[in-house]
Structures are given as C-alpha cells and as structure tokens.
C-alpha cells in the first residue's frame, strides 16, 4: 500500500514512466482514501486554473505591448546596434566622445561642465568622471534604495570586467563604468524634450542607453545579491 | 520564403502566459504587470544571450522568477522597517475584474497569496503553467527531489486552505 507522498503526485502529474504509473494506478484504484484525494486534488487544479487562465485570453495592457515595441520612440534592433559597434569599433577614441560624435551629447554634457563643484560629471585627464550627488549615488545607491535625485538601474560587468551601473536623474540617464577607481562615464543622455522629472523616471530606460548597455554588457546583470557584494567590495 | 518570427514576435506571443505567471506570483496586479513589464524588458536587454533554437518560454519564465525573488527580497527588508501596508489599498489592472468574481476565486486567490513564497513559484509553473518537474528543476536551479517535495507540501497546503476558507 502506498500514501499520498511524491509518487503519488508525481503519477497524478503524468511524471512516471508508463510501467510504474500502471501500478500506482492500480494502487491508487484499490484504495478509496486515495481516489478521494486523487480527486480532490485534479479538482483543486482545476479551480486553479480557472481562476487564472483567464488572463491569458484577456487583452493585454497597452505598456506591455509597447514594452515590446515601443511607437513613441525608434524601434531598437539591438543585433543591429551590436554589429555596428563590431565592425566600427570606436575603440581609438575615448568612447564618451565617440558616443557625443554619434549621439549628439556633447551639447548636454556641455551645459553641465562648467557648474563646478555641484555638476554631476567631471573632466579630467581627457575622461568624463561622475562627480558630487551622482558619484555618491553611484558608490553608495542599491537598485533598490528609494530614489532621491538619482536613481540606479542595472549593475553589470562590462567585458573588460569592471563593474558599471546605469543610473537615471531628472533630466539625463546614463552608464559609468569603474576606471581607476572612479566612475566613468560611458555615456549620457539627456531626456527627450518634455520628458523630463517623474515621467522619465518611470518611462523606463532610453533606448539609446538600452543599446549601449547592450554592446557593454558581459554576462548577465547582477540580482540584488550581487549587487550588494559588488558593493561592499567597493566596486572592484 | 518566411522569414522565422522575430524575438520580438515571439516574446509577444508570450506575453499573455508571462502575464498569468506574474499574476500567479504576485500578491496583487498591479505588481503583477509592473513584473511582467521588467521581464519584458530584461528579455529585450539580454535578447543576445538567449540561444536561439532552445526554449524561449522557459528562459523568460526565469527572468520573471529572478526579477520577482529581487523585488520580494527588496520589500520585504521595506517592510521591516515600515508599518505594514493596509490590505486592499493597491488597484491595479485585474484582467478578471470584469468578470463575476466568485466566492471560489477569491477563495483559491487568497490561498495562493498565504503559501510560501518557494511552494507558490512552483505550484504556479506546474499546476498553472503545465512545466513538467524537470523543466522546473532546470529553469529554477533546483534538485528535482526539491521541486517535488515543494510541490506536494504546497498542493497539499493549498487544498486544506480551499477547503475552510
């Protein structure tokens, strides 16, 4: 005689093999305690099912069809992206610069340069460097931890392996990655004109960075747990 | 010739199941689609290392489950420190609304919020989602003796929940 253990359930799920499932069966046939709970529990599937399967016939809420394809901004092709970083290899200019070249950021980084000493970003030695409340964010912010001015996305290796973090203010997202202990900027983009404050920061990521990261990142981004690490052994 | 449908196309026809999925793990909808719109968009960022001509179900099913463990793990060190939120507060986009909302639904919704984070992910991708227990052991890292065991103790739970409620 059997009990309701795991090869009970595992014959009521179909996940034996045809020989052992015939003798379960019949067990399960010769005891009515069993083909009692046999049948309560195909019931109680059932009532679960019922009670979500609806939401797949359901229509799907419009911001995860656009999460998909997005029609207020440019479709990303992302093998696109990549094969235009592959054969271009900006690889000889500082790629902030590159990125400016193509992105028509410079004029953003432009305007926040000169206000030196509260200015989210730094020159130095030819290099763009997070600088004041985003550098302190930077160091110190989980992806979790309540948003003040800035905010941190994701966290990830890059494939040289240091470690880089998106990171979204009112007005600009963007990626900086550690370089001799700091962060560097990889890239910076301003918000789309009338999107700034709250909206951006719940409208998801820019589809420029999106790309960026996409062509930086090595492996899979960091869950919480890594992060934490990563961060308790200052970013190395 | 047809072209094979594109990641983009595949992932839409995905949508809805990755929808209930969220739903199943969730305690209420509006969570449940702010999930389904982080997955969505993890998959889009990490599209380059999905393999393709192995399952794309099983892999964004993953991403779902990751993405939630994170965020459940992040609130509940939230609501350590927080007074508990009143129950009934969020509204959400609930799919189901428009239907007749049965004593039984709520029954069956309410026992699935009480189980344990670790049975209810399985619960929910055996019993709602059809994976066998392999497929479950591999997308979750799990010892399929776990997967199981998990399984009887969260079905069982389940069913004495529904029973008095």
């Known amino acids: 005689m059997i009990t309701a253990d795991e090869k009970f359930f595992a014959w009521l799920d179909g996940e034996l093999p045809p020989e052992e499932a015939a003798r379960v069966e019949a067990e399960v046939a010769a005891n009515p305690e069993l083909t009692r709970l046999a049948e309560q529990h195909r019931a109680m599937q059932a009532r679960l099912k019922g009670a979500f399967d609806p939401i797949v016939d359901a229509p799907v809420p419009e911001r995860l069809r656009q999460a998909i394809r997005p029609t207020t901004t440019d479709v990303i092709d992302f093998a696109a992206a990549k094969r235009a970083r592959d054969t271009r290899n900006w690889g000889s200019l500082p790629q902030w610069a590159a990125m400016a070249a193509t992105l028509a950021i410079g004029v953003f980084v432009g305007t926040m340069v000169p206000h030196r000493g509260s200015a989210p970003v730094e020159v130095q030695g030819g290099k763009l460097y997070a600088a004041s409340a985003l550098n302190g964010a930077l160091d110190k912010q989980l992806a979790s931890t309540p948003a003040d001015d800035v905010r941190i996305g994701m966290t990830f290796r890059d494939q040289s392996g240091a470690v880089c973090r998106t990171f979204t203010q009112a007005q600009s997202s963007g990626l900086a990655c550690r370089d001799d202990g700091r962060w560097q900027l990889r890239g910076l983009f301003a918000a789309p004109e009338g999107q700034g404050g709250s909206y951006r920061m719940a409208a998801g990521m820019d589809p420029n960075l999106a790309t960026l990261v996409d062509s930086t990142i090595a492996g899979e981004p960091f869950d919480a747990a890594a992060e934490k690490q990563a961060k308790d052994r200052g970013w190395k | 010739m047809d072209s094979p449908p594109s990641f983009e196309d595949q992932l839409s026809a995905l949508l809805p199941r990755l929808r209930r999925f969220a739903h199943a793990l969730s305690r209420n909808p509006a969570d449940a689609d702010d999930l389904t719109q982080s997955a969505i968009e993890r998959a889009l960022l990490s599209k380059t290392q ?69 049975q209810r992910e399985i619960v929910a991708l055996i019993l709602i989602e059809g994976f066998g227990y392999r497929e479950v052991s591999e997308m979750l890292d799990l010892p399929i003796g776990t997967v199981s065991s998990r399984l009887v103790r969260g079905r069982t739970a389940l069913l004495a929940m529904v029973g008095e409620l």
């Open chain 2, 50 to 118: 999905w393999q393709a001509g192995t399952r794309l179900d099983s892999w964004c099913y993953r991403i779902m489950r990751n993405l939630w463990i994170d965020t459940v793990r992040a609130q509940t060190r939230r609501t350590a420190r927080e007074a508990p939120e009143e129950e009934g507060m969020s509204v959400g986009e609930d799919p189901r609304d428009a239907m007749d909302a049965s004593v039984d639904l709520k029954r069956i919704l309410t026992a699935m919020e009480r189980l344990p984070d670790e």
